[in-house]
């Protein structure tokens, strides 16, 4: 007797197992590919040609016992297909011939095995630090990283920056186009490029997250979560390279951040800030993990990088149950440290604020003052939104308001107008 | 890979210091690694000549048209196993600190097809690459 649902569930099945090694293994299937093949455009192709034919076999046939070998060899004879039919590529397709017989004839197809007995490197990392290439501009490092290690669709990828598809479609052509042309190495960088190099990587994975950020904080909808995707990305690198002290860091950053991404917008879609959000709502299993992360790293404050302690001050917020439980004077201490790392006016306001929280709000107006009178941040609504807090507290409520009203007409998006407008009503109010 | 390495003045790059010149050492260096094919520094911009044919008849005259603030003072070819090579070789030159580097692959000539015809068929392949749709799965 033959069970009606059992097909319909082997299709579930089937088609879960396929979302799980998109998400699992697209990344290490297409940098074999691109390893392979030489040809990052093939490389792509032949990937998403091998994850069709999962998609179609593997609800009828079953579901491999290994889903990353079977797509590699499935994609492997796809790319192969592609360069033979080419016929001007033999060259090619002979060497990658002569590299499967170096590797034993039957050698694993599974890229797990391979990268353990590979020379050095799995060939992910390759793939990372080649996106992130400081000879690409920056927007394309951006999009390539997304497309090609995080497997995203260049229609996703176009919404999520705001930009038309066939400019995102270009942006990715332009970029693969130059790797080809310029010659832009397939490799991870010698010991002594590392650090930098690392360090431009991180910064696209920083870029991804703040994109998602913004999005969040703003008035758009979207289905794509780039801040998780900022979060994949890092474990990513951490996996392969776990003694990058800033890559963990950078990760916790990313995590406690967006641990706090479900309080920070009410049921109206208003924004909530961070001494009023409902903790509760925050997403523990990422808090945990976060401080999990920067407990494990060594943290010599000689050489401490500004992602470690970005990502402490997050840790301050985190470890605080309520608002007012917050160690201001610890956090003070932090932003002391990232401006002697990298000064910035931001920080500077930062700083200032958290002086302010901190209970000196006269040393706190004073730097903002001196800040204001600098003219370094120009007409930020930040700036002025800081000092009208500030005036509140110091019960000067009219200056306050007259500065509330600059905020208002100084922020760029709905929400932070909105959320000032509040304040600006609770003063007259009060 | 064949580089085209720029070598040109940059009025924003750090002030020149002739003891820090150390050109002589950069040129020794690429040359036991064998990877300059040949350089050589340029004349000034006042011993430039300018050719063009306009309407059949041809026009020589004296320099370029304006007085720019970067110009090229220099070249060498570059042959290197890819662009990470080549930006460590071109880092290393006493006029990245004192002007400025500009790296261009070389873009060899197809005898057998025109290169401008090779160029169009290049971005309309590369442009329907860009629209393919992408796989079902995943998504």
Known sequence: ?430 | MRYMMFVATDPEAEPFVAEEDDIGDWVADVDARGVRVFGERLRPVQDATLVRVRGGELLVTDGPFTESKEWIAGFDVLDCRDLDEAIEIAGRHPMARFGRIELRPLWPLDVEEDPTAREVREVREDDDRGRRSEPAVGA
């Not at chain 1, 994850?51 to 060899?73: D, K, Q, S, Y």
């Not at chain 1, 592609?82 to 590299?99: C, F, H, I, Y």
């Not at chain 1, 990268?115 to 990372?128: F, H, I, K, N, Q």
């Not at chain 1, 290439?133 to 705001?162: C, K, M, Q």
């Open chain 1, 1 to 430: 007797m033959t069970d009606p649902t059992a097909g319909a569930r082997a299709a579930a099945d089937a088609a879960d197992a396929v979302a799980r090694a998109y998400r699992d293994e697209w990344a290490r299937v297409v940098a074999t590919l691109i390893r392979a093949t030489g040809d990052w455009d093939v490389a792509e192709d032949a990937t998403a040609d091998a994850f069709e034919r999962a998609a179609r076999r593997w609800a009828t046939e079953g579901v491999p016992r290994n889903p990353g070998a079977w797509l590699t060899t499935v994609a492997k004879n796809r790319a192969l297909d592609v360069l033979r039919r080419r016929g001007v590529e033999t060259g090619k397709v002979r060497e990658w011939m002569a590299m499967d017989e170096l590797t034993g004839g039957g050698a694993s197809d599974d890229p797990a095995e391979l990268a353990a007995a590979g020379p050095e490197w799995d060939d992910r990392l390759r793939l990372v630090f080649t996106c992130a290439h400081p000879a690409l501009p920056i927007e394309a490092r951006v999009a390539l990283t997304l497309r090609t290690v995080g497997g995203l669709d260049t229609a996703e990828i176009a919404r999520a920056f705001l930009v038309p598809e066939a400019t995102m479609a270009q942006r990715l052509v332009r970029a693969k186009r130059k790797i080809r042309h310029a010659a832009i190495p397939y490799r991870v960088p010698s010991a002594d490029e590392l650090p930098e190099r690392l360090g431009g990587v991180l910064a696209v994975l920083m870029l991804v997250h703040n994109e998602g950020y913004l999005a969040s904080s703003g008035d758009r909808l979207l289905r794509l979560d780039l801040q998780e995707e900022a979060i994949r990305l890092a474990r990513l690198v951490v996996e392969l390279l776990p003694d990058a002290d800033e890559a963990r860091a950078l990760m916790a950053l990313l995590l406690l951040q967006h641990a706090r991404s479900a309080a920070r917008v009410d049921g109206e879609g208003e924004l909530v800030p961070l001494d009023e959000q409902d903790r509760s709502r925050w997403n523990h299993a990422e808090v945990a993990e976060g401080l999990a992360l920067l407990a494990n790293t060594p943290s010599d404050p000689g050489t401490i990088g500004t992602y470690r302690v970005q990502a402490e001050i997050q840790a301050v917020h985190a470890r605080a149950r309520t608002a007012g439980e917050t160690d201001w004077t610890e956090i003070v201490g932090w932003y002391d440290a990232l401006l002697a790392a990298s000064p910035s006016p931001v920080v500077e306001l930062n700083r200032a604020v958290a002086h302010g929280l901190a209970g000196d709000t006269t040393l706190a107006l004073a730097e903002l003052d001196r800040l204001e009178a600098s003219g370094q941040l120009g007409d930020h609504h930040l700036l002025a939104a800081a000092q009208a807090d500030l005036l509140r507290r110091n019960g000067r409520t009219e200056d306050a308001a007259a500065r509330y009203r600059d905020a208002i007409r100084l922020a760029p998006t709905g929400p932070e107008r909105r959320f000032l407008e509040r304040r600006l009503a609770a003063l007259d109010a009060g």
